[in-house]
């Protein structure tokens, strides 16, 4: 089992930035390829951004691309998701998850993908 902790969500104004953690325990981190998805209101969850095992590949959705940056320290067996530019559009509830790392790549926009959920972090974007 992989346990997945999310924060660094509130209430910012458009513009402006936030930066997500998601801090992992209970496995061997960088043997698990992690993403971000969010969901907003009525809404199906969708891909934001993923990063594989060793950090040297990611990957975004077009929607955050040149605004979001993903990242990961597998030291400290975290994912960072540091969000710039935002937009109303961002707001959501954020969630981390994660997928072992032999699974192939292909599928990593989906959350069909992944094995382990946060519980995830509001991240509301108003003024």
């Known amino acids: 089992q992989v346990q997945l902790v999310e924060s660094g969500g509130g209430l910012v104004q458009p513009g402006g930035s936030l930066r997500l953690s998601c801090a992992a325990s209970?496995?061997?981190?960088?043997?698990?390829?992690m993403g971000w998805f969010r969901q907003a209101p009525g809404k199906e969850r969708e891909f934001v951004a993923a990063?594989?095992?060793?950090?040297?590949?990611?990957y975004y959705a077009d929607s955050v691309k040149g605004r979001f940056t993903i990242s990961r320290d597998n030291a400290k067996s975290t994912v960072y998701l540091q969000m710039n530019s935002l937009k109303s559009e961002d707001t959501a509830v954020y969630y981390c998850?994660?997928?072992?790392?032999?699974?192939?790549?292909?599928?990593?926009?989906?959350?069909?993908?992944?094995?382990?959920w946060g519980r995830g972090t509001q991240v509301t974007v108003s003024s």
């Open positions: 990063i594989n095992w060793s950090g040297l590949r990611t």
């Open positions: 998850a994660a997928a072992p790392f032999n699974r192939r790549m292909e599928g990593l926009t989906s959350p069909a993908h992944y094995d382990y």
């Open positions: 209970g496995r061997t981190f960088s043997n698990y390829d």
